[in-house]
């Protein structure tokens, strides 16, 4: 055994002495990257991957692009972090503002996590009640009341919340309402049923791999609009992903509060909630009564840092053909899945839009969370380690597809794609 081979063995036993099974808790734990570069990256072994993981989506325009890190290497001299106003975060929060529909304001958080959480907590505020309706199998983080039917074993009968999660207190669970992604006249009905009682309504306009029906958004919009509630998209993952301005520019529909975070942050630790003035003033203790003024504070919201790193994505973004090759690269990777198992006559579904997809085993089309569930995880499991084995990372659902990757990254998937249909 090698030196090398031996240090990264102490490192790997290292993680399982100090870490809850051995990793962070997101990806597993037998991989270590040790560096990314554009469309790739390489573990600590040297195994070098086309990366589709892309830090669980951040990395839209690859790792360590030169704009971005010349940015972030101008700043970090000049202070990494001051909890004050900084001319970066002001520029970011203004470059939102312009690109995002609903964004009049925009208030800085840390995670994803943080800005659904609180544009939940705004709607709140805003409407003095107390009640969220959310979808069944819809990600919202990792907060009590995002932490519901997200991904339920037994799916329960709408509206009924059941926790993903012990530790979440029953009171919670009772101030969740759940409805069926993609089913306008079910949700509609829950919302005006419980109108007097809901403050908001939070969803993914795209939720997680499956794209709305037409007209699903627009009833929402509608019906949240007359009965005077709060709209909420989670834009986490689709903000700067789908277009410049967002799922919102992309379908077509304009919600009152948004959650972003992933790409505006560059890779870097930065979200953000956005939305009308009259939901953003809650965060103005000048603009509100003091009871309707809501506290927000945290100690690396808005930092220079990131925030630079966030404009200098954005700028790289706004390039003359930047979307489209983002655009082309999926379409590419997913009719080419698609007729490599159609051939091999495997039962799949390939599911998504072009800057985020991924392949269900099952025959049924899918259009929710409870379609995703006759699915064989065992065969996406052995078509997942095939991919890996060719040199392809990805997560155990969803190809995220980077400005980064070029012919030769396709041409490799492609290539595993292959052997993976054949494994299958």
């Not at 290292?14 to 040790?34: E, Q, T, W, Y």
């Not at 009049?104 to 805003?126: I, L, N, Q, W």
């Not at 082309?328 to 579904?349: F, H, I, S, W, Y």
Request: glycine share 10%; hydrophobic share 45%; aromatic share 8%.
């Amino acid at each position: 055994m090698s030196a090398d081979t031996q240090e990264d063995e102490l490192l790997r036993d290292m993680a399982r002495r100090v870490l809850p099974g051995g990793s962070f808790g997101n990806a597993a734990a037998d991989i270590i990257i040790r560096e990314g570069k554009g469309g790739r990256v390489w573990d600590i072994d040297g195994k070098e991957y086309v990366d589709f993981l892309l830090g669980s989506g951040p990395m839209l325009v690859g790792h360590g692009h030169p704009d971005v890190m010349a940015a972030v290497q101008a700043q970090i001299p000049l202070g990494t972090t001051f909890f004050a106003n900084n001319e970066h975060g002001i520029r970011l929060a203004a470059d939102v503002v312009d690109a995002v529909a609903c964004a009049d304001k925009v208030r800085f958080v840390s995670s994803g996590s943080e800005a659904t959480f609180y544009a939940m907590r705004v709607a709140r505020a805003h409407a003095k009640r107390d009640k969220i309706l959310k979808f069944e199998g819809g990600f919202h983080g990792m907060s009590d009341y995002a932490l519901m039917s997200m991904s339920p074993a037994r799916p329960g009968n709408f509206p009924q919340a059941i926790p993903d999660t012990p530790g979440i207190p029953q009171r919670v669970r009772d101030e969740v309402l759940i409805a069926p992604f993609n089913d306008a006249d079910t949700a509609a009905s829950l919302i005006r049923e419980h109108r007097d009682e809901l403050a908001g309504v939070i969803v993914e306009p795209f939720q997680r791999l499956v794209p709305p029906k037409p007209g699903f958004l627009e009833a929402l919009r509608e019906v949240t609009t007359e009965c005077g509630i709060a709209l909420i998209f989670d834009e986490v993952v689709t903000g700067f992903r789908f277009a410049y301005g967002g799922a919102q520019e992309y379908y077509g529909v304009v919600p009152d509060l948004c959650a972003m975070g992933k790409v505006v942050g560059g890779g870097f630790p930065l979200a953000l909630v956005a939305g009308r003035e009259d939901y953003m003033a809650h965060f103005d203790k000048g603009a509100v009564p003091d009871d309707e003024f809501m506290t927000q504070i945290g100690t690396l919201s808005g930092n220079p840092v990131a925030a630079t790193a966030g404009l200098a994505t954005l700028e790289v973004l706004r390039r003359p053909g930047a979307y489209e090759r983002i655009f082309e690269t999926g379409r590419t990777l997913m009719n080419g899945l698609r007729d490599m198992l159609a051939k091999a006559d495997v039962p799949a579904q390939v599911i998504g839009e072009p800057p985020l997809f991924d392949v269900f085993f099952v025959d049924n089309a899918i259009g929710d969370y409870r379609g995703t569930l006759g699915a064989d995880a065992a065969r996406a499991e052995r078509f997942n380690a095939s991919l890996r084995d060719s040199g392809i990372l990805k997560g155990p659902s969803k190809f995220y597809v980077s400005l980064a990757h070029d012919d030769a990254d396709i041409a490799q998937t492609l290539a595993a794609f292959k052997t993976a249909v054949e494994v299958l």
